[in-house]
């Protein structure tokens, strides 16, 4: 159970998704290429980049770079060699049968009919040459003729041949129930081992036979004789009852449509599980067995619920994540996906120590919270209160030597500011704008700005932000008093 | 009394002070004259007051970096703020 719960921990639905779509894409790459060499090619890609993954397991990593060229180079070659037979494949079929249907092969040849005008045929001693596609496309091979679509009849066929049709001398291709070309060329063997009684109708056949899966029934014109070629081989069939066999033994006609029906769903329902196995056993590979842990400093992000708590004092600006996740997605990872968020909401006035914990933070899917150093917070917070303030002149520039400034009134004398609780602790005035003497207005009076120290105080709503200073200007009376730091005197 | 007293100052005046007069004085006592330069404590003097009147002041020597808004503030024995004069130190 543990090691269960280990593997299916952090599962997300995406996951699911991920198997889900691999599976079907593979599924359909069987059900479409299947028995075609496009097939048995990627069959060995597939094979050769498990041989790379190995070599990389291993450290072998001249032997792996060596197979990945040899994997980009043959899926390369795949797409140019075997162009004609995937656009086949994909032209044959629309887009909902390439997406959804299941390839069975419905309309199987008409044995008996194929059978009897076979035997019409060798009884008049008429040469006939018969192909009946299997899986692989022919129309890289054979050549030529002239596209019928019939429907398949033992008269049909038979009058194709017959001397002085137009169509005799080539081939009739069979696909399912439908004659579907005659006077088609087909490929000679280059075989010379052959025995001699073959001619080209039989070389024909075998060559054929040898570069496609087809099956090609060949009747000899001088002896009547029956042979079928099927993989480069020609087996003689000296009457009714061995064709029938034969062409049973490769699966045209072999049974009824039912049976093939359900023996194709059987078949394509453990091709299903089959893929959903592989791509499940793919994905825990990548995604579990590569397990790994990476160590992340996120800065912490805090939520207020009110924005004017004042945030004087925080023990930590970053906390250390230990992260654990497969190998890609923690590579993957990106700093803003991960997000440490604290909460101020339940916090007061002071210091608070908050919880770093699983709660607060936010991290992608499939990724998952190992440690948290350190997972306590100091914070200190500032709650918002207005202060009245004796308002203080700034006077700046220089003093004409001349000169003294004798008296000087605010008005208003206080104001309000707004700020921090314990900033405002500290705060016992508040200045106005600098008043430079360089440029004082002579008639004793200006206007000012107040000025709020620190930043964060601001003048309270409401309260007055200027005021207006009256000054008095005297010439200087001249002479040091003399007095020391501190000193005191009866008055008397 | 004080001379030239005022509100702004040079830096280059050599010595700003603050006096306080007191009248009546009951009984011997002490007061504080805290200075404050931009709201920080710079100095604290302490000062005895006798009856039946009495005068006292406490000085500061300014410097460069003292140029900026001062305040004295004139506490009682019991700590209470009496008065507080507002001047500053110009250029």
Same mark, same amino acid.
């Given at each position: 159970?543990?090691?269960?719960?280990?593997?299916f921990?952090?599962?997300?639905?995406?996951?699911?998704?991920?198997?889900?779509?691999?599976?079907?894409?593979?599924?359909?790459?069987y059900?479409?290429?299947?028995?075609?060499?496009?097939?048995?090619?990627?069959?060995?890609?597939?094979?050769?980049?498990?041989?790379?993954q190995?070599?990389?397991?291993?450290?072998?990593?001249?032997?792996?770079?060596?197979?990945?060229?040899?994997?980009?180079?043959?899926?390369?070659?795949?797409?140019?060699?075997?162009?004609?037979?995937?656009?086949?494949?994909?032209?044959?079929?629309?887009?909902?049968?390439?997406?959804?249907?299941?390839?069975?092969?419905?309309?199987?040849?008409?044995? =008996?009919? %194929?059978v009897?005008?076979?035997?019409?045929?060798?009884?008049q001693? %008429?040469?006939?040459l018969?192909?009946?596609?299997?899986?692989?496309?022919?129309?890289?091979?054979?050549?030529?003729?002239?596209?019928?679509?019939?429907?398949?009849?033992? &008269?049909?066929?038979?009058?194709?041949?017959?001397?002085?049709?137009p169509?005799?001398?080539?081939?009739?291709?069979?696909?399912?129930?439908?004659?579907?070309?005659?006077?088609?060329?087909?490929?000679?063997?280059?075989?010379?081992?052959?025995?001699?009684?073959?001619g080209?109708?039989?070389?024909?056949?075998?060559?054929?036979?040898?570069?496609?899966?087809?099956?090609?029934?060949?009747?000899?014109?001088?002896?009547?004789?029956?042979?079928?070629?099927?993989?480069?081989?020609?087996?003689?069939?000296?009457?009714?009852?061995?064709?029938?066999?034969?062409?049973?033994?490769?699966?045209?006609?072999?049974?009824?449509?039912?049976?093939?029906?359900?023996?194709?769903?059987?078949?394509?329902?453990?091709?299903?599980?089959?893929?959903?196995?592989?791509?499940?056993?793919?994905?825990?590979?990548?995604?579990?067995?590569?397990?790994?842990?990476?160590?992340?400093?996120?800065?912490? &992000?805090?939520?207020?619920?009110?924005?004017?708590?004042?945030?004087?004092?925080?023990?930590?600006?970053?906390?250390?994540?230990?992260?654990?996740?497969?190998?890609?997605?923690?590579?993957?990872?990106?700093?803003?996906?991960?997000?440490?968020?604290?909460?101020?909401?339940?916090?007061?006035?002071?210091?608070?120590?908050?919880?770093?914990?699983?709660?607060?933070?936010?991290?992608?899917?499939?990724?998952?919270?190992?440690?948290?150093?350190?997972?306590?917070?100091?914070?200190? %917070?500032?709650?918002?209160? &207005?202060?009245?303030?004796?308002?203080?002149?700034?006077?700046?520039?220089?003093?004409?030597?001349?000169?003294? %400034?004798?008296?000087?009134?605010?008005?208003?004398?206080?104001?309000?500011?707004?700020g921090?609780?314990?900033l405002?602790?500290?705060?016992?005035?508040l200045?106005? =704008?600098?008043?430079?003497?360089?440029r004082?207005?002579?008639?004793?009076?200006?206007?000012?700005?107040?000025?709020?120290?620190?930043?964060?105080?601001?003048?309270?709503?409401?309260a007055?932000?200027?005021?207006?200073?009256?000054?008095t200007?005297?010439?200087? &009376?001249?002479?040091?008093?003399?007095?020391?730091?501190?000193?005191?005197?009866?008055?008397? | 009394?004080?001379?030239?007293?005022?509100?702004?100052?040079?830096?280059?005046?050599?010595?700003v002070?603050?006096?306080?007069?007191?009248?009546?004085?009951?009984?011997?006592?002490?007061?504080?004259?805290?200075?404050?330069?931009?709201?920080?404590?710079?100095?604290?003097?302490?000062?005895?007051?006798?009856?039946?009147?009495?005068?006292?002041?406490?000085?500061?020597q300014?410097?460069?970096?003292?140029?900026?808004?001062?305040?004295v503030?004139?506490?009682?024995?019991?700590?209470?703020?009496?008065?507080?004069?507002?001047?500053?130190?110009?250029?």
């Amino acid at each position: 159970m543990d090691i269960l719960s280990t593997i299916f921990k952090g599962f997300r639905w995406q996951d699911i998704a991920d198997i889900a779509l691999n599976s079907y894409i593979l599924f359909r790459l069987y059900a479409l290429f299947r028995g075609t060499n496009v097939f048995r090619i990627i069959t060995g890609i597939v094979l050769l980049w498990i041989l790379q993954q190995v070599a990389v397991w291993l450290g072998l990593i001249v032997t792996s770079w060596v197979l990945q060229g040899i994997i980009a180079v043959a899926a390369l070659i795949i797409i140019v060699v075997f162009r004609n037979e995937i656009r086949s494949v994909l032209q044959a079929q629309n887009l909902r049968a390439i997406l959804w249907g299941t390839p069975f092969r419905l309309a199987s040849a008409p044995t =008996e009919d %194929i059978v009897d005008a076979v035997f019409s045929l060798a009884r008049q001693s %008429i040469g006939a040459l018969m192909v009946l596609q299997v899986k692989e496309s022919l129309d890289d091979v054979a050549q030529g003729g002239v596209t019928l679509g019939a429907q398949l009849s033992s &008269e049909l066929l038979a009058s194709l041949f017959w001397t002085g049709a137009p169509l005799h001398d080539g081939a009739v291709i069979i696909n399912g129930d439908r004659i579907e070309r005659a006077g088609v060329i087909l490929p000679l063997s280059q075989d010379n081992d052959m025995p001699q009684e073959y001619g080209t109708r039989h070389r024909a056949a075998i060559g054929l036979s040898e570069m496609t899966d087809a099956l090609v029934i060949v009747v000899s014109e001088e002896r009547g004789e029956v042979g079928v070629a099927v993989g480069g081989q020609i087996y003689e069939a000296p009457d009714r009852t061995v064709l029938s066999q034969l062409l049973m033994a490769h699966g045209i006609g072999a049974a009824t449509s039912g049976q093939r029906e359900t023996a194709e769903t059987i078949r394509m329902g453990f091709s299903a599980v089959f893929s959903i196995v592989v791509v499940a056993m793919v994905w825990f590979t990548f995604s579990r067995g590569l397990e790994s842990i990476v160590t992340v400093d996120a800065p912490i &992000e805090y939520i207020k619920r009110n924005p004017d708590v004042e945030i004087i004092k925080a023990s930590i600006n970053t906390v250390s994540l230990s992260l654990g996740g497969s190998g890609p997605l923690l590579r993957n990872l990106h700093p803003d996906q991960v997000k440490v968020r604290l909460d101020l909401g339940g916090a007061s006035a002071g210091v608070n120590a908050i919880s770093v914990t699983s709660d607060n933070i936010s991290l992608p899917p499939g990724v998952v919270l190992k440690h948290v150093q350190p997972d306590v917070v100091e914070v200190t %917070i500032d709650q918002p209160v &207005e202060k009245e303030l004796p308002i203080q002149i700034d006077w700046g520039g220089t003093l004409p030597p001349d000169v003294m %400034i004798t008296g000087a009134t605010v008005a208003p004398p206080t104001s309000r500011v707004k700020g921090g609780y314990q900033l405002l602790q500290q705060v016992q005035t508040l200045y106005t =704008e600098k008043i430079i003497l360089d440029r004082l207005d002579p008639s004793g009076t200006v206007i000012a700005k107040l000025v709020p120290y620190p930043a964060s105080v601001r003048v309270a709503p409401g309260a007055p932000d200027r005021v207006e200073i009256q000054f008095t200007v005297a010439p200087r &009376e001249g002479g040091d008093n003399g007095a020391d730091t501190a000193g005191d005197s009866p008055d008397r | 009394m004080p001379k030239a007293s005022a509100v702004v100052f040079s830096v280059t005046i050599g010595r700003v002070s603050c006096f306080t007069a007191f009248d009546p004085v009951p009984r011997k006592t002490m007061i504080q004259h805290q200075w404050y330069f931009r709201d920080q404590l710079i100095t604290t003097k302490r000062l005895h007051l006798r009856p039946p009147k009495w005068a006292t002041y406490s000085s500061i020597q300014p410097r460069q970096a003292d140029v900026g808004p001062w305040r004295v503030d004139v506490i009682d024995p019991e700590g209470n703020v009496i008065r507080s004069l507002r001047f500053s130190i110009v250029q």
